[in-house]
């Protein structure tokens, strides 16, 4: 028996072991991105946590003052550092809310400009 086959199966299997392991990442990002795609957004109205955050969808329509160094009127959950990034047409999860998505043009009191 040849010694060529053998090689050759076990070159492919470490090539598909290596391809599987570089396409977890992206399968898990594609699922967490889908997942929160469908979560519900807050509703500012009735929230707890909205309510005690000020937030508003709006952010012209909040609360806003200087803070940071930054003026009020460029304050907005795109640009907050708890702002996790758009997953459903300007919609997108934010660490204070838990489970629901917050608009990109939103804003609420704990507002804290994104680094980097
Ligand atoms: Fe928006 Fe930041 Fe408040 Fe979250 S913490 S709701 S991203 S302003």
Redesign the pocket.
């Known amino acids: 028996m040849s010694q060529k086959p053998v090689n050759k199966s076990r070159r492919q299997m470490m090539k598909l072991m290596v391809g599987s392991l570089a396409a977890v990442p992206v399968v898990n990002l594609v699922g967490m991105r889908t997942a929160q795609a469908g979560m519900p957004h807050v509703d500012e109205a009735t929230d707890p946590t909205a309510q005690a ?1 000020q ?1 508003k969808h709006d952010a012209a329509q909040a609360n806003r003052t200087d803070k940071g160094g930054v003026k009020a009127a460029d304050q907005f ?1 795109h640009n ?1 550092q ?2 996790q990034g758009d997953t459903d047409g300007g919609w997108g999860p ?1 660490q ?2 838990p489970g629901k998505l ?1 608009s990109k043009d ?3 009191a ?2 804290t400009l994104k680094q980097g």
């Open positions: 955050l937030y959950c907050c708890f702002y934010c204070l809310f917050v939103g804003w609420c704990s507002w």
